[in-house]
């Protein structure tokens, strides 16, 4: 699977909007962009995904560059329990009829100040 | 819907012995797959099964591990014997498969072998 970077950590003031960036400069064409995140002592939970359009839903905005090299998770107006860690992970539509497992990395974790 | 359902929530074993873990999925989910979360890494994937067959079981330790899932529902996954490095959380997640998909995590199982 191709990699993602991310910052290690991040802070945010409350009720402002959070920028939380994914580099994947090696994403092939038919990898989706999937964002998770896991708060203390909870399992992932399953945040937004795209392939190469902006998607929005309740929770996030997903912004995917052009040329699909980065994407930015945008969380509108943050509050105190979207303090957790965030990853940002690649999965391949072809492989294994697109069944590829999810693979973690370290994610970005992110902190909230009232 | 009801979410992923794992059960111990904890369990704390001394070194050598065994223990098993349980997880009932979302219903409909055909693929399921159990993760080890050290803690302060991501997840890391164990066992994949798709409805009662394992699809990839590469990461397995074999010698110790071992899971099942009987009539493509429920799962187990056990540890005998365990060593003290099998301290982490056990997560089970589920999905329809494919990757347009998100993941449905439990809360999982801290384990502390002691």
């Known amino acids: 699977d191709a990699k993602t970077t991310q910052p290690n950590s991040m802070e945010s003031n409350e009720e402002e909007p959070v920028h939380l960036p994914c580099n994947h400069s090696?994403?092939?064409?038919?990898?989706?962009i999937h964002w998770y995140r896991q708060l203390p002592s909870q399992g992932p939970e399953y945040v937004i995904h795209?392939?190469?359009s902006n998607v929005n839903n309740r929770m996030a905005s997903l912004a995917i560059a052009e040329d699909r090299k980065s994407s930015t998770l945008i969380l509108h107006r943050a509050t105190l329990r979207d303090a957790a860690v965030y990853y940002c992970?690649?999965?391949?539509?072809?492989?294994?009829?697109?069944?590829?497992?999810?693979?973690f990395g370290k994610g970005t974790r992110l902190s909230v100040i009232a | 819907e009801a979410g992923v359902a794992q059960s111990p929530r904890y369990k704390i074993i001394e070194k050598r012995q065994s223990v098993a873990f349980w997880c009932n999925p979302i219903?409909?989910?055909?693929?399921l797959y159990w993760y080890q979360q050290i803690l302060g890494q991501g997840p890391k994937l164990l066992i994949q099964?798709?409805?009662?067959?394992?699809?990839?079981d590469s990461q397995l330790p074999k010698d110790r591990f071992s899971a099942e899932r009987l009539k493509g529902v429920d799962s187990t996954l056990k540890i005998q014997p365990a060593k003290l490095e099998d301290s982490a959380v056990y997560l089970c997640?589920?999905?329809?498969?494919?990757?347009?998909?998100?993941?449905?995590f439990g809360s999982g199982t801290r384990l502390t072998v002691v």
């Open positions: 997640a589920s999905t329809r498969g494919g990757p347009r998909y998100g993941y449905t």
């Open positions: 090696t994403i092939s064409g038919t990898d989706y």
């Open positions: 795209g392939l190469t």
């Open positions: 992970i690649l999965r391949d539509a072809l492989r294994n009829s697109g069944n590829t497992p999810l693979v």
């Open positions: 219903s409909g989910h055909a693929t």
């Open positions: 099964f798709q409805n009662n067959g394992v699809v990839d």
